[in-house]
Nanobody, 123 residues
Framework: QVQLVESGGGLVQAGGSLRLSCAASGHTSSIHTMAWFRQAPGKEREFVAAIIWSGGNTLYADSVKGRFTISRDHAKNTVYLEMNSLNPEDTAIYFC????????????????WGQGTQVTVSS
């Protein structure tokens, strides 16, 4: 079992920045990939970014490429999402997820999820 807890969400003005954190606990040695997804009201959950836990390879959605950066700290068992140049379209609940097998942009392939953290960007 893997437990995930997100933090760092909040309200920010357009053009601002936020850093989200996701602390993993439990059987973290089984994690292959950690990812961030987001879900806006009335929309499906969408992929944001992913990082291979051991190798550090990353994958980004086109909508956030160049603005968001995913990173991880093994010593703290934590994954981060640095978000810059935020705009109102980035408003959503952001979820951290763990995949035990592959790097994927598909939510259904992920095994564990955090409870989510709200990010609101005002115009």
């Amino acid at each position: 079992q893997v437990q995930l807890v997100e933090s760092g969400g909040g309200l920010v003005q357009a053009g601002g920045s936020l850093r989200l954190s996701c602390a993993a606990s439990g059987h973290t040695s089984s994690i292959h990939t950690m990812a961030w997804f987001r879900q806006a009201p009335g929309k499906e959950r969408e992929f944001v970014a992913a990082i291979i836990w051991s190798g550090g390879n990353t994958l980004y959605a086109d909508s956030v490429k160049g603005r968001f950066t995913i990173s991880r700290d093994h010593a703290k068992n934590t994954v981060y999402l640095e978000m810059n140049s935020l705009n109102p379209e980035d408003t959503a609940i952001y979820f951290c997820a763990a995949n035990l097998r592959v790097m994927s942009a598909y939510p259904r392939t992920y095994d564990y999820w955090g409870q989510g953290t709200q990010v609101t960007v005002s115009s």
